[in-house]
């Protein structure tokens, strides 16, 4: 993949690290709401003590840090509510400018200061944390002394405990390593790496078998080099995972395999490598990829081979790019032309995305071939995507030509196609389609062009024709949305396994 500037890089893994679970008091949110509270009690104590305990430690955890920490000098009550409250340490709050957090600042910042106040929040405070993000002070950390800051504070937090906790490294590209001090952090429900030079290389307590995080729920892995091996033995040693994201990887791991007995989610966002295998992963739901990564563009001949193998709950799936993913389903590798059986499907799927440059004959022929492993697909997303040179486009005898599919015939209920153009080969499939899928109930048509007035009405005309042929469905009901744009596909979509369908949009 061709380099993609600094601050590019660095702005997608901020888009994709969990939000500020406090944000600033400036933003008028409810932790401002807390900090007025708080007013309330310097003023009026006996007012503030009718609260039960149990409401003002709600009222602490929801104050950013500084605020937090104060409540402690208001009585001695308030001073037992702070330390028996698991706070949130952002150190977004702590910059001399709070309501611009995430990003490395200019070197004229005071970073010692920084520092050292985080430093102080974690040894003043017995614990457990919430929740520490620490996404500006990190590099520092690092530096000092040889990253024996970093080292302290994750001993601290490793004998403390916390729940969520996100370390990015803001000056990347410049080398820092997290320190292995990070896989004592046993209490940890959820942890996101970002802009890491590599990850802990020295993994032997893994490798004898002792659980690094048995209450780890959710892993993010962003721009953080790491090596086949160990995501083995973290998978291994997280025995409650169930969501894994690999973001912004750049073949750091070359190759990715999954073996988990807990996971239900992986995520490989705008990421590539040479083999993603999925191999068994018994309670897996949703599969996604997406190599896109702003910037960034990968040689004509990159291909990533996708290994399913036991993945009996897998649910969804998408997008499988045709230029880019070689599928292989146990050990199968599926080819235009390839005949299903028994060993070359995969039944469980009812949500498949495919990304497909129909202007390029070599893929558009593998359409059927891809239609064929997933049996019982009930919707079905389509990405058109531009040729830089086209190769032969397929006209509508291929498609009549296809041969039965059988998800076609029995199980397709929504169409999506995003990006349409009007090209006479995405017609000729959205005709295909018209007249084989005997259970469509809706087509749903994105425009590529959809902010011109003069061609969407070009696109309606052009669309017209198909309303009025013969179609395979009875449904009473079917119909056709031709629309522009929506909103853009989003990391946190994907991930949210309470949204049915992670490709709408």
Same mark, same amino acid.
């Given at each position: 993949m061709a380099s993609t500037g600094c601050r590019g890089i660095m702005e997608e893994i901020f888009a994709c690290i969990p939000t500020q679970p406090i944000p600033s008091p400036a933003e008028g949110s409810v932790s401002a709401a807390a900090c007025s509270v708080v007013r309330e009690a310097e003023a009026d104590e006996d007012r503030i003590s009718r609260l039960s305990d149990a409401l003002l430690s709600n009222i602490v955890s929801r104050l950013p840090i500084k605020d937090a920490a104060r409540t402690a000098a208001l009585s001695p009550r308030w001073r037992r509510v702070w330390a028996s409250t698991p706070?949130?340490?952002?150190d977004a709050h702590l910059l001399p400018y709070p309501d611009q957090p995430d990003g490395p600042l200019g070197f004229g910042t005071d970073w010692r200061s920084i520092a050292d106040a985080v430093s102080s929040v974690l040894a003043a405070h017995p614990g457990? !944390?919430?929740?520490?993000?620490?996404t500006n002070v990190c590099s520092y950390a690092a530096a000092r002394d040889r990253g024996?800051?970093?080292r302290d504070w994750l001993r601290v937090l490793a004998d403390k405990g916390v729940d969520d906790l996100v370390l990015v490294c803001p000056r990347w590209p410049l080398k820092a390593k997290i320190p292995a001090d990070i896989l004592r952090v046993t209490s940890l429900r959820s942890l996101y790496l970002g802009l890491w030079d590599e990850f802990p290389g020295s993994t032997k307590s893994l490798r004898r078998g002792n659980v690094a995080f048995p209450h780890l729920v959710e892993l993010g892995l962003c721009r953080t080099d790491i090596k086949t091996a160990d995501i083995d033995h973290l998978l291994q040693c997280s025995p409650l995972l169930e969501k894994l994201a690999l973001v912004a990887c750049d073949n750091s791991p070359d190759c990715v395999r999954v073996r988990s007995r807990s996971l239900r989610c992986v995520l490989f966002w705008m990421s590539v490598a040479n083999e993603v295998n999925v191999l068994v992963v018994p309670r897996l739901e949703r599969l996604i990829l997406w190599s896109e990564c702003p910037g960034a563009r990968l040689a004509d001949d990159f291909r990533t081979r996708l290994n399913i193998g036991y993945v009996q709950e897998l649910k969804v799936l998408g997008y499988l790019d045709l230029r880019i993913h070689v599928l292989e389903i146990s050990n199968t590798i599926i080819e235009a032309g390839t005949k299903p059986s028994t060993r070359t499907i995969v039944p469980s799927v009812n949500i498949l995305a495919l990304k497909v440059r129909f202007g390029v004959r070599k893929e558009a022929r593998m359409l059927p071939s891809y239609l064929r492993c997933f049996p019982n697909v009930v919707t079905l997303h389509i990405m058109s995507d531009e040729a830089d040179e086209?190769?032969?486009?397929?006209? !509508?005898? !291929?498609?009549?030509?296809a041969g039965p599919i059988s998800c076609l015939q029995s199980q397709i209920k929504r169409v999506v196609f995003k990006n349409f153009r009007g090209d006479r080969s995405e017609l000729a499939f959205l005709w295909f389609i018209w007249e084989r899928a005997q259970l469509l109930h809706k087509m749903v048509i994105v425009l590529a062009d959809g902010d011109d007035p003069a061609s969407l009405e070009q696109m309606v005309a052009k669309l017209k024709p198909l309303v009025c042929a013969k179609r395979a469905s009875k449904d009473r009901k079917l119909t056709i949305l031709v629309r522009n744009g929506g909103c853009v596909w989003s990391f946190h979509r994907a991930f949210d396994l309470s949204v049915s369908d992670p490709f709408d949009c």
């Open positions: 706070l949130v340490l952002d457990p !944390f919430r929740c520490v993000r620490l024996a800051l970093a086209p190769t032969g486009k397929l006209n !509508f005898k !291929f498609w009549q030509e």
